[in-house]
């Protein structure tokens, strides 16, 4: 009977099958937990600069209504002081900038600012930067798109502009992408 020596253990054919795939649904769930924890951490910076230039503002108010009690500050706080006004004008500058031309798939606007000199944002870029030249894939951002990809691939299958093992790697792309499309965020979109 052929089997398989992983360090001291000898498994069969089916034992070392059973223990790749649960290795593969272990590795998986660590990524998840990490992509959760990455999305967690992006946004409490989210709600913490938030809070911030709440703060600052009603501050700034208060400052106008009762200009008497303004404190005054030392070098540390003057510092904190002009990085948060340079974080509002920042802010400011960001909300008033060009929104990304992509629609997604569903319809909706990216809503993103769009680089420089370009007409999409930093994600979409990307995107677009990594796409098949055979197929017109649409990036797979959401599981509509994802969708629209899947009938991609099957149209190119049937027209033979793909053979199946292509076809096959590609389906298992978008498997992977349906099963991560929960846990990726793509600047905040």
């Given at each position: 009977?052929?089997?398989?020596t992983?360090?001291e253990?000898?498994y069969?054919?089916?034992?070392y099958?059973?223990?790749?795939?649960?290795e593969?649904?272990?590795?998986?769930?660590?990524?998840?937990?990490?992509?959760?924890?990455?999305?967690?951490?992006?946004?409490?910076?989210?709600?913490l600069?938030?809070?911030?230039?709440r703060?600052?503002?009603?501050?700034?108010?208060?400052?106008?209504e009762?200009?008497?009690?303004?404190?005054?500050?030392?070098?540390?706080?003057?510092?904190?002081?002009?990085?948060?006004?340079?974080?509002?004008?920042?802010?400011?500058?960001?909300?008033?900038?060009?929104?990304?031309?992509?629609?997604?798939?569903?319809?909706?606007?990216c809503?993103?600012p769009?680089?420089?000199d370009?007409?999409?944002?930093?994600?979409?870029?990307?995107?677009?930067?990594?796409?098949?030249?055979?197929?017109?894939?649409?990036?797979?951002?959401?599981?509509?798109?994802?969708?629209?990809?899947?009938m991609?691939?099957?149209?190119g299958?049937?027209?033979?502009?793909?053979?199946?093992?292509?076809a096959g790697?590609?389906?298992?792309?978008?498997?992977i992408?349906?099963?991560?499309?929960?846990?990726?965020?793509?600047?905040?979109?």
């Open positions: 009977m052929p089997y398989v992983i360090g253990k000898h069969t054919k089916e034992e099958e059973a223990y790749k795939a649960q593969r649904v272990e590795q998986l769930a660590r990524y998840r937990a990490e992509q959760e924890a990455i999305a967690r951490a992006h946004e409490e910076g989210q709600r600069v938030g809070e911030l230039g703060a600052y503002t009603a501050y700034n108010g208060f400052l106008k009762n200009p008497a009690l303004a404190l005054h500050l030392d070098g540390e706080q003057e510092i904190h002081h002009k990085i948060c006004e340079d974080l509002l004008k920042k802010l400011k500058k960001a909300d008033s900038a060009p929104r990304c031309g992509y629609i997604k798939v569903n319809g909706v606007a809503g993103s769009r680089m420089k370009h007409e999409l944002c930093y994600a979409h870029e990307r995107m677009a930067a990594v796409r098949p030249e055979k197929l017109d894939l649409p990036p797979m951002e959401d599981h509509n798109s994802i969708q629209m990809g899947l991609h691939v099957a149209r299958l049937m027209d033979g502009k793909i053979d199946q093992r292509t790697l590609m389906l298992y792309c978008l498997q992408a349906s099963s991560n499309v929960g846990y990726t965020n793509f600047g905040g979109e």
